[in-house]
């Protein structure tokens, strides 16, 4: 949002900023129909320096793709994990609800760092979706907030977080509770989990040598095995 103000009055307009991949601008749009007003208290002219940044950042999926890697996930993973025992997160939530052909899950939490933040992921899982839509069968959105104020971040695609997230889980389970000289693993179903849970161990357990690879659908584990 774009702020202004004179004589006590707060005009407010929104202001769309595209970035590329890098992070490099690449254009804004107004929308000039957004606009509220307000009074400032005892009608005193507003002081723009004291007004926080409100602008959200929004992120689509090759731009999350192109920013996090699944080395990095594990880390925030194993950090993430140590400030729960430590005590220094925000109470987790889940939320299910059932609809027509899938569901819709919630999942929300936060970290107190040097800053505090808050983050929601909210995502559909519609397992007919590929075959019908030519969609991805689990799809949604990750807001991520100032846990001090409550004031939007960013939002951003969630389905490589969710990958790479689930894998990541998946190694530092390993790190902490397999044996270091685990050479085999074993892969049961050979999606895009089945493909990024073997990758995770890979990167947890350098002495992995061998996988088997299962499917209900035979030719999944073959080419899961060709790769």
Excluded at 6 to 21: L, N, P
Excluded at 75 to 86: H, Y
Excluded at 181 to 189: E, V
């Amino acid at each position: 949002f774009r702020f202004a103000a004179h004589r006590g009055i707060c005009r407010f307009s929104r202001v769309f900023r595209f970035f590329d991949g890098d992070g490099r601008l690449r254009g804004t749009r107004s929308s000039a129909c957004l606009h509220a007003e307000c009074v400032l208290p005892f009608g005193r002219p507003a002081n723009e320096s004291h007004v926080m940044n409100t602008d959200v950042l929004l992120l689509k999926r090759s731009e999350v793709a192109s920013l996090l890697t699944l080395p990095e996930c594990i880390d925030a993973m194993e950090e993430a994990f140590r400030m729960r025992a430590e005590g220094r997160t925000l109470l987790p939530a889940l939320a299910h609800v059932d609809a027509d052909g899938g569901e819709f899950h919630i999942k929300a939490g936060g970290l107190r760092m040097e800053r505090t933040f808050f983050a929601l992921k909210a995502n559909g899982g519609f397992f007919g979706n590929r075959k019908q839509f030519g969609l991805p069968n689990i799809i949604g959105l990750i807001l991520l907030c100032d846990g001090q104020n409550g004031r939007p971040l960013a939002v951003m695609d969630s389905i490589t977080i969710t990958v790479l997230r689930t894998g990541a889980t998946t190694a530092v389970a390993a790190k902490h509770l397999a044996r270091r000289d685990s050479a085999t693993a074993t892969i049961c179903g050979c999606g895009n989990q089945g493909r990024v849970q073997l990758a995770a161990l890979q990167h947890a357990l350098p002495g992995l040598r061998r996988a088997f690879a299962w499917d209900v659908a035979p030719g999944a584990a073959q080419g899961f095995a060709a790769e």
